[in-house]
């Protein structure tokens, strides 16, 4: 399996690349400041850039390769650690003994974009904030998954973080992206969240179309990931009443997810959405289901 810039063409996805303008852009983003390295990541409070020197070893192709089962992976991107920036979000009142969670995000635009309206949602949470920069659309996939990847590891290195609390989260494109990433690496990401974006292992069959199905993008995780991600962790697919991918989502959830027996996996539909980023009520209502508050979405299929 060769993953490439144009992996994704082929997929029935409702837009190549989603703008999150209808939230705004990110909350109280500088635009021209330095980033801040390795450690000054620790000291640093509100939104910021960042930048790091070392990438996990989870990141490192001989690992991403066994992840995804095929010695055929190629990576052209020349993807590097040290040339990546990112979007980081740390509340003014964190303490540096405390111990929060973290989301990783995938913006499908490749700025490290935060709808405003989410920042309350994330605190109230107790969840600090990592988007790369370069991790959009355009940008070679399996680039973008390392990217997650590095975003988590450099933020456990510089704060306190709680194990049981790291998700990995995008729209659209980016949905699509976690949702692989997920999977393939629940021994570090305890939860997924999917929004307008989702794909699968196996083909999933159309709801809409008869005999129609999505196919299958990665192969099957290992067994021992893969029942790791079964018992242990959580997985939020959103989508809209009017987004183009919503068959696709119902589809994963149904035929991928609840068939194949994850125990905490939940569907929510957001009504009169279309391809767009939920607000701040429904995107916390996905948060409240990766924390363990509720076990059923107010909107369920």
């Known amino acids: 399996m060769q993953l490439t810039r144009n992996h994704f063409v082929a997929l029935p996805v409702a837009a190549a690349a989603l703008c999150l303008s209808a939230l705004g852009g990110a909350a109280g983003t500088p635009t021209n400041a330095p980033p801040r390295h390795d450690a000054e990541v620790r000291t640093g409070r509100g939104t910021f850039s960042a930048a790091f020197s070392k990438g996990s070893p989870l990141s490192a192709m001989a690992e991403v390769s066994r992840r995804f089962r095929s010695r055929l992976l190629e990576d052209t991107d020349g993807y590097d650690i040290t040339n990546e920036t990112f979007m980081v979000r740390v509340p003014t009142n964190l303490e540096a003994s405390s111990s929060w969670g973290l989301m990783v995000f995938v913006d499908p635009n490749g700025r490290g974009d935060m709808p405003p309206a989410w920042a309350d949602v994330l605190d109230r949470h107790r969840l600090l904030w990592i988007a790369p920069k370069a991790a959009g659309n355009e940008r070679e996939f399996l680039s973008r998954m390392r990217l997650a990847v590095d975003a988590a590891f450099n933020m456990r290195r510089q704060h306190t973080l709680d194990a049981e609390r790291l998700y990995v989260a995008g729209v659209s494109g980016g949905g699509r992206v976690a949702s692989v990433t997920a999977l393939l690496y629940p ?35 290992p067994a021992r990931l893969l029942e790791l991600a079964k018992q242990k962790g959580r997985y939020v697919l959103l989508t809209g009443e009017t987004d183009g991918n919503r068959d696709q989502t119902i589809g994963v959830h149904r035929h991928g997810y609840m068939k194949d027996g994850f125990r905490n996996v939940t569907y929510i539909e957001v009504p009169k959405m279309g391809h767009a980023s939920p607000d701040a009520e429904w995107f916390e209502r996905g948060l409240a289901f990766l924390d363990g508050r509720t076990n059923s979405p107010a909107e369920s299929v």
């Open 187 to 221: 021994d570090l990401f305890r939860g997924g969240y999917y929004m307008v974006g989702c794909d699968y292992f196996r083909p999933i069959p159309s709801e809409a179309q008869p005999n129609a199905s999505y196919r299958a993008i990665f192969n099957e995780p």
